[in-house]
């Protein structure tokens, strides 16, 4: 790890609107958490409204994250293994026009291939071997990928370069002033994107005292951590279990939204929800206040009722 990349600033507490003037046009981007589980929503919106451009997006499995940024035509380059919104939605609308016309242009991927990459870069390689790739057209979609013949054992391998992004952008449960990181549950692949990254800024549900911090245990230490903002529900409409539940309703009304047209996406979704949104509280009234998010933490109705949704 480098020296340069230590951050070791005793608060780094700061807004939402200046964690994320962190980003810079063109930057290569790894979004954390995954498909619908504590995506850094908060900070997408907030991306949207700094007009911020050109983006190149890194990551493994995504939804509405990857999908929303698309529709509102931040994002040059797709790295993603999987962009959607599986058995529940389907296909991602905004991310499928925005490549078809041309304006985002498809690094095709998979998911240990980015693994491998984030491993290189955060040892201090150039490269790492892997083996899942040969024989699949992906040799061809990305010809920097190179093979050997392994000295040891004469096993043919593929070398996947090094993945350094310029930035994370992260969501977390807890997190304390140093920026130490608490995460519940799967941490996808958000302690790779930590360590790989150059910057890494984070929302967090709460900011708690450094005692209570390390009861809980550190996910993601300090030293990697640039920024962080107290968001509470900043992964909406994704879960962030065991606080929240997925937001289906809203998914749905965001999937009917781009389903119209790009000109239909921002009147229904991005004007209402995004641009018309000075900040998360906003957002959050938007969404139905604290109604909804009542019934986003109180569901306990178990699987049954819960594939219902799906009917």
Not at 162 to 172: F, N, Q, R, S
Request: hydrophobic letters at 40%; charged letters at 20%.
């Amino acid at each position: 790890m480098s020296l340069e990349r230590i951050y070791t600033q005793a608060d780094k507490r700061c807004a939402l609107v200046d964690l994320v003037k962190q980003v810079q046009n063109g930057d290569c981007v790894a979004i954390g958490g995954g498909l619908s589980w504590r995506e850094p929503m908060a900070a997408i919106r907030e991306l949207i409204r700094q007009d911020i451009k050109g983006l190149k997006l890194v990551g493994s499995a995504h939804g509405i994250d990857v999908d929303l940024l698309c529709g509102a035509g931040v994002v040059a380059v797709s790295a993603e293994s999987y962009v959607g919104f599986e058995q529940d939605f389907g296909m991602a609308i905004n991310y499928r026009r925005a490549c078809e016309a041309g304006l985002v242009k498809v690094e095709d991927n998979c998911c240990y291939t980015l693994v491998q990459q984030l491993r290189a870069a955060i040892s201090g390689l150039p490269f790492m071997p892997i083996r899942s790739v040969q024989g699949t057209d992906f040799m061809h979609l990305h010809p920097e990928f190179k093979t050997m013949t392994c000295p040891f054992t004469g096993d043919q391998l593929v070398l996947v370069p090094a993945l350094k992004p310029d930035i994370a952008i992260l969501h977390a449960h807890y997190a304390d002033q140093h920026g130490n990181l608490h995460i519940e549950g799967p941490p996808v692949a958000d302690i790779l994107f930590a360590k790989a990254s150059a910057k890494v800024i984070v929302t967090v549900e709460e900011i708690v005292p450094h005692e209570e911090l390390a009861q809980k245990g550190v996910t993601i230490p300090y030293f990697y951590v640039t920024s962080i903002s107290e968001v509470p529900y900043g992964a909406h409409p994704t879960s962030c279990y065991p606080h929240y539940a997925y937001d289906r309703e809203h998914t749905a009304h965001y999937y009917r939204a781009a389903k119209h047209s790009a000109d239909g996406f921002r009147e229904n979704y991005l004007n209402p929800f995004v641009y018309d949104c000075k900040d998360n509280d906003a957002y959050i009234d938007a969404i139905g206040g604290k109604a909804k998010l009542a019934r986003l933490e109180q569901w306990d109705a178990g699987l049954e009722q819960w594939m219902k949704l799906y009917e």
